[in-house]
């Protein structure tokens, strides 16, 4: 199985000021078909997971540009350019190149210093 | 717009069996990915289950193989988790998600696994 890593898994962070997440995988996650399937997902408190940034570093719709993904290979990260107090919550790389299992990383608490 | 309801948790026994149901809306739960992930209370997201969307095939994570059951009904467009001889690390919410990358998620659906 591959073994999904994040660090820090606590950041807290100044409002306005930028954050980075890093995630890092114990195998290439480079598909065969060329793409790598490595997924970002925001869980803010109470709520359900939400996809961010699919295939390293597309955000899905309505997601704000300060997010960004970028990386290779196995090392992969998650930056916020200016952050908000929306961004607070748990963040999670997940690969989906490797599979079964689908496996997450432990989870990156943001929160406001 | 996608909205995926779960529903089905609640407080069992160990050795006990739940059915978990997701009626889906906006997706055809027959022409996506369709999975369950769990999250265990204050811990993070681990994978259950998925159903192939050609084809059928199913997947499971380990520690749960030979005792939860992976199902749709495409004319209810609704996906099922059967569970089956559940254990106290059962115990969390259960998501359910469509999408080969879990682009889309449900509220969840809470099982608590206690004598």
């Known amino acids: 199985d591959v073994v999904m890593t994040q660090s820090p898994l606590s950041l807290p962070v100044t409002l306005g000021q930028p954050a980075s997440i890093s995630c890092r995988s114990s195998q290439s996650l480079v598909h065969s078909d060329g793409n790598t399937y490595l997924h970002w997902f925001q869980q803010r408190p109470g709520q359900s997971p939400r996809r961010l940034i699919y295939r390293v570093s597309n955000r899905e719709s309505g997601v704000p540009d300060r997010f960004s993904g970028s990386g290779s290979g196995t090392d992969f990260t998650l930056k916020i350019s200016r952050v908000e107090a929306e961004d607070v919550g748990v963040y999670y790389c997940m690969q989906a190149t490797h599979w079964p299992p689908w496996t997450f990383g432990q989870g990156t608490k943001v929160e406001i210093k | 717009e996608v909205q995926l309801v779960e529903s089905g948790g609640g407080l069992v026994q160990p050795g006990a069996s739940l059915r978990l149901s997701c009626e889906a809306s906006?997706?055809?739960?027959?022409?996506?990915?369709m999975s369950w992930v769990r999250q265990a209370p204050e811990k993070g997201l681990e994978w259950v289950a998925s159903?192939?969307?050609?084809?059928?095939?199913?997947y499971y994570v380990d520690s749960v193989k030979g005792r939860f059951t992976i199902s749709r009904d495409n004319a209810k467009s609704s996906l099922f988790l059967q569970l089956n001889s559940l254990r106290a690390e059962d115990s969390a919410v259960y998501y359910c998600v469509g999408g080969r990358g879990l682009a889309y998620w449900g509220q969840g659906t809470l099982v608590t696994v206690s004598s």
């Open positions: 159903l192939k969307q050609e084809g059928g095939e199913k």
């Open positions: 906006g997706l055809s739960v027959n022409n996506y990915w």
